[in-house]
């Protein structure tokens, strides 16, 4: 069955540190997204991409963050100078439409310690 | 601002129970309403989905309902089994980006 992968599924880095966390979507899909979850907190939305460009963002998603589809089937999410507050599981997911009929398949994370 | 409650926080059953796990969320004006199993430490596993014109979905031992008017879902688990312990999440999707309650941590004793 096919399944979103993420790589690293745990990554360690220090505090001022760029890290890049990678996903592979779902090969016919064409929507891909950015969670996170800080340990004892909801599941909170970063980003959705479309189309090689950002359709929503929340405010969590400030200039620190971006994203990239730099070939045919990996999405990464870059992290430009990590904070001690970026520590969280990041879900990647992707979906083959938006809206109504649009299931979200989501990743098995990526825990990010920021030391 | 849409806010998604889930009750109660925490559930504890004996094993072969019927239970119900509820969600809320506070704007109607949804595209559909999905459930997840989060296992501690593991991904966000999807067990259904529900689109906003639809009432209901099963799969296997699991009902969704959906009231959209209330702003209300409902997960019902027949006879449940020790291996469905785990944080069950229920999210809507509004403006093609999902939003999340805090998940319900369920327990099923043997």
């Known amino acids: 069955e096919p399944e979103v992968t993420q790589t690293p599924s745990h990554q360690v880095t220090q505090m001022g540190q760029e890290v890049i966390l990678r996903c592979v979507p779902i090969s016919n899909h064409l929507y891909f997204y950015w969670y996170r979850q800080i340990l004892g907190q909801k599941v909170e939305f970063l980003v959705s991409?479309?189309?090689?460009?950002?359709?929503?963002k929340s405010e969590i998603f400030d200039d620190q963050f971006s994203v990239e589809r730099p070939d045919g089937s990996n999405f990464t999410l870059k992290i430009r100078s990590t904070k001690l507050e970026d520590s969280a599981m990041y879900f990647c997911?992707?979906?083959?439409?938006?809206?109504?009929?649009?299931?979200?398949?989501f990743g098995q994370g990526t825990r990010l310690t920021v030391v | 601002k849409q806010e998604v409650t889930q009750i109660p926080a925490a559930l504890s059953v004996p094993e072969g129970e019927n239970l119900v796990l509820n969600c809320s969320f506070t704007?109607?004006?949804?595209?559909?309403l999905q459930w997840f199993r989060q296992d501690p430490g593991k991904g966000l596993t999807s067990l259904l989905l529900i689109q906003s014109s639809q009432r209901e979905q099963t799969s296997g031992r699991l009902n969704a309902s959906l009231d959209k008017s209330s702003g209300r879902s409902t997960l019902y688990i027949a006879a449940s089994q020790p291996g469905d312990s785990a944080t069950y999440l229920c999210?809507?999707?509004?403006?093609?980006?999902?939003?999340w309650g805090a998940g319900t941590k369920l327990i099923i004793k043997p």
């Open positions: 704007d109607s004006a949804i595209y559909n």
């Open positions: 997911a992707s979906s083959e439409d938006a809206g109504m009929n649009t299931e979200a398949f």
């Open positions: 991409f479309y189309n090689n460009e950002i359709s929503e």
């Open positions: 999210a809507v999707d509004s403006n093609y980006q999902l939003i």
